[in-house]
């Protein structure tokens, strides 16, 4: 199942309905077209009884997703009235929703790289596989754009400042610590994914983990925690960066000197984001929120040039407006907040029974 044909293959097996994001030479990265095709699918399962369980995986050798079609909303943002990318968003955001509340286990297999739009289409899930071979990321800072796909949500949720720390610098993270931050449930080795998934047709979930769940190889982040929650803690960006440039830790100098890397308007309203996100209460007001966060990155300069910079001319050296964290004002964070009237997601309005399988 690795054809290029098809962006995203469907098929069952036994008990169980199969999503194969299938652009493997993008990473699988997700276009507009694949999250309508999912998204009405996942509406068919819900009501099929020979659908017991929906298992996500990405075709190819490298992993799950690696986030968005970037080069699309780059070409949007530059050469278009951001309609589309608007668009885009919105029928992407209902899917992160609807993952998040589906009625019927969500197997998210997060095996190699699962990034951005990635993490939004498995981290919502119920029951979330991670490997050996995993790398999860929110990186959206470093292309001057700010964590979205319920990011916000789910990285406010983790302990202390972890959440902070990963949507601020766009730090990768392996299994062992995607379980610490809660973006994970289960860990597994991926020489173990084929006889799993083949026991999800015959088989509930609960069972099939019973036979393939292991312990985790040790992460990093739990020795950090000491430094990385005293640093983010504080208030702003600015006071960040000089707790972390202060800090004894050379890993969290290192952490500061990626923080001067991404676009500084990105990091105060990530920051700002993140803060909101935490007494937001359910997805759907996060979602709400990112949205306007979203929409708002098309009308600024950074978003462009960070996708210029490391995807299209991949010189890495993004030229950000403005390039300083003292040039962004309050007034300029504030305003990715506004209200957007009748173009509101409106996910909040929307009933959300809790799940239950």
């Known amino acids: 199942m690795t054809g290029t044909e098809e962006p995203v293959l469907f098929h ?13 030479r993008a990473l699988n990265a997700l276009n507009h077209e694949m999250v309508r095709r999912i998204d ?3 509406r068919g399962w819900k009501h099929d009884p020979s659908v017991e369980t929906v298992v996500i995986t990405g075709s190819g050798e490298r992993g799950l997703c690696a986030g968005g079609d970037i080069r699309t909303i780059h070409d949007d943002a ?16 209902h899917l992160n929703a609807r993952i998040a509340r589906y009625p019927k286990p969500y197997v998210a297999v997060m095996d190699g790289i699962v990034m951005g739009g990635g993490v939004g289409v498995s981290a919502h899930g119920s029951v979330r596989i991670v490997t050996e071979r995993s790398r999860i990321a929110m990186p959206e800072t470093g292309i001057g754009f700010v964590p979205d796909v319920g990011g916000t949500y789910l990285l406010a949720l983790t302990p202390g400042e972890l959440g902070t720390h ?39 979930v609960r069972d099939a983990l ?29 006071d960040i960066l000089n707790r972390l440039l202060d800090h004894g830790d050379p890993a969290a100098k ?24 935490r007494h937001l209460g ?40 403005p390039a300083t964290l003292v040039e962004v004002t309050d007034t300029d964070v504030e305003r990715f907040f506004t209200p957007l009237g009748d173009r509101e997601l409106g996910l909040a309005a929307t009933d959300t029974p809790e799940v239950a399988w």
Not at 177 to 196: I, K, Q, R, T, V
Not at 218 to 233: F, P
Not at 290 to 304: F, G, I
């Open 12 to 24: 069952t097996a036994g008990r169980a309905a199969h999503i194969t994001l299938n652009r493997p």
């Open 40 to 42: 009405e699918a996942l």
């Open 78 to 93: 530059r050469d278009g009235d951001g309609t589309a990318s608007a668009a885009f968003w919105r029928d992407e955001y």
């Open 166 to 204: 990963l949507a601020l610098t766009g730090a990768q993270i392996g299994a062992s610590d995607a379980l610490l931050c809660g973006l994970a449930d289960h860990y597994m080795p991926s020489e173990a994914l084929d006889a799993f998934s083949d026991d999800l047709a015959e088989m509930p």
């Open 210 to 238: 019973a036979r393939h769940v292991q312990r985790p190889p040790q992460g990093e982040l739990a020795a950090r925690r000491e430094w990385i929650d005293a640093c983010y803690a504080a208030p702003t960006v600015e």
């Open 254 to 277: 290192e952490a500061a000197q990626i923080l001067l890397t991404k676009s500084p308007t990105a990091l105060k309203v990530t920051l700002a984001a993140l803060l909101r996100a």
């Open 282 to 321: 359910p997805i759907e007001q996060v979602l709400d929120q990112e949205y306007r966060v979203s929409c708002a990155t098309l009308s600024t300069p950074d978003l462009v040039e960070g996708i210029r910079a490391q995807v299209i001319d991949k010189d890495r050296n993004p030229h950000w407006s």
